[in-house]
């Protein structure tokens, strides 16, 4: 995969038309498919389950597929969409009780691991686990809905989580969820983001790949 990934969110797809979707996004050139698991609890919506992420790969879905968890608790649900066919897995660290033990568990089944950091959210909970990260999920606005608003503050969380994996050394994704859509990528990128969930801003358009393209248009600006 190259520098920057495009992860088209299937929460602003047509359900009904589930595994077309997700066939027709990765053709107009989605790297990933971002799976949003909502529980009702965490946030206020309920989305999917496992069986959803297995019945993509059983239609054939070969693209990698990164599932969000917005759920508590996360560790059981971890052991499902490992099973289920998921290559990343993502929780919020306010719904573990034991961050360490839930990062090493998604790692122990075959998957990327992920923590999600919401815009109010102090990145002190990366400060020891940094070892057991493979992507870290800058929130842009706050869990739970389809198609918000892009909250201006993350973009300076968004510099502080990038200088934290720079002197790290270890090589950590760092993707951006909310309110992403051509006219503000690239100084997101800027920010030191290099994956991008985006849903509302590609399914409300007629033409995915004419989205898609644009937004890596606006990608190969950013120095």
Known sequence: MGKYLIAPSLLSADFARLGEEAEKIIKAGGDLLHLDVMDNHYVPNLTVGPLVCEALIKYGIKAPIDVHLMTNPVDSLIVDFAKAGATNITFHPECSDHIDRSLALIRQHGCKAGLAINPATSLNYLDYVLDKVDLILMMSVNPGFGGQQFIPMTLEKLKKARAL?????????????????IDNIGEVAKAGADMFIAGSAIFTQPDYARVIQAMRQELEKVN
């Open 165 to 181: 994996i720079d002197k790290s050394g270890k090589n950590i994704r760092l993707a951006i969820d909310g309110g992403i859509k």
